[in-house]
């Protein structure tokens, strides 16, 4: 097997952002999926999305659980702090280090199996806590290591590559996520870079559960005529309804205005996401008339994609919990044990 590695030197005069690194310093390992993935594309976009907003890479925490999409970990942000969790269980893991340290930026990367099969119950809990992460789903629609069965994602009437076709009614995790309480979901196309990485840097900067479904075609086994998840079908069949423009704060708020009404949106920091409304009938506030809406064009075979739903109120888990504003990894014993005291001040209040 030919092992190959990036080199480790580069041109002295790359662009750096604000805090002084490059583009590469973003990067990860080199990929190992087949040429052409859409899970490469991702990977790419997250890494563009970070560097654009001069994020440290110190302080992520990246988790992916079984599958293809799961190795892309690897492939951006190699001085992050990674977990490759068991099949289905990246929800655990990620949900502690969210708890522990409430300053890290937590992004978890799943499948279609990883998330739509054996870890459907973890995927619906993490979503109902509101824990305060992005949460990214390479759906491709088959099961790609183990040589191409349907996915619990792939649509009815999708066929194989031998022609044969699925029976069963897909699991749409987007409609999902909206129905289980998510503040902010969307759905990509892994070969939509301009609409992509906006998405990912709102999801990143959103204070709450983000979720991304990113159709990504696997251009082994589900890239083929027939196939609903393939890179010809989304594009003659992805219908966009809010395509949104992220702009930090300190920025001059500047972009190339497309046809329709704009609407822009304060995040929790301060800094705004621009959306513009491609559908005149669509509201992005709306949860429940865009969980209808998204099935609705499902029904009549569009991929609904952009920016589904946003709700610029959104509270996450450590104030739910009303926990303490320093990270729980950084407490010492004085804080944890606070003395016979405060215990019996706390006892008495359950009386």
Do not use: W
Not at 316 to 345: F, K, M, W, Y
């Amino acid at each position: 097997m030919t092992f190959v590695a990036k080199p480790k030197t580069h041109h002295p005069r790359l662009p750096v952002n604000e805090i002084g690194l490059t583009r590469r310093d973003y990067e990860g390992s080199v990929s190992t999926l087949c040429a052409g993935c859409g899970h490469d594309s991702v990977s790419a976009a997250i890494v563009q999305a970070c560097a654009e907003l001069s994020l440290p890479p110190h302080r992520f925490a990246k988790v992916s659980g079984i599958g293809c999409s799961s190795k892309t970990p690897s492939y951006f942000l190699n001085k992050s702090h990674g977990f490759n969790s068991v099949h289905g269980r990246m929800p655990s893991v990620i949900t502690g280090a969210n708890l522990a340290n409430r300053d890290l930026y937590c992004v978890g990367v799943s499948g279609d199996g990883d998330s739509a099969s054996i870890g459907m119950g973890q995927f619906a809990h993490i979503v109902r806590r509101r824990i305060n992460m992005l949460y990214v789903v390479d759906n491709n629609g088959t099961y790609g290591l183990t040589k191409g069965q349907f996915s619990a994602t792939n649509d009815l009437g999708s066929t194989s590559k031998k022609g044969v076709p699925n029976l069963y009614a897909p699991i749409d995790l987007a409609s999902m996520a909206l129905q289980l309480g998510a503040s902010f979901v969307a759905r990509s196309f892994s070969g939509d870079k301009r609409q992509l990485v906006p998405l990912i840097k709102a999801a990143l900067r959103h204070k709450g559960m983000a979720f991304i479904d990113v159709i990504s075609p696997c251009v082994a086994f589900n890239n083929h005529e027939g196939s609903t998840k393939s890179y010809e079908y989304l594009r003659h069949h992805g219908q966009n309804v809010v395509n949104a423009d992220y702009i930090p704060e300190h920025e001059e708020i500047t972009a190339d205005y497309a046809p329709g009404s704009v609407e822009d949106v304060t995040m929790p920091d301060g800094s705004t996401l621009r959306m513009y409304k491609l559908d005149a009938n669509y509201n992005p506030h709306d949860r429940v008339a865009a969980l209808a809406y998204v099935q609705q064009r499902q029904v009549e075979g569009e991929v609904v994609t952009g920016l589904l739903y946003v709700d610029p109120d959104a509270a996450d888990c450590h104030e739910i919990l009303d926990t303490v504003q320093r990270p729980l990894n950084e407490l010492q014993e004085a804080d944890l044990c606070p003395g016979s005291t405060a215990l019996d001040a706390l006892n008495a209040s359950f009386r």
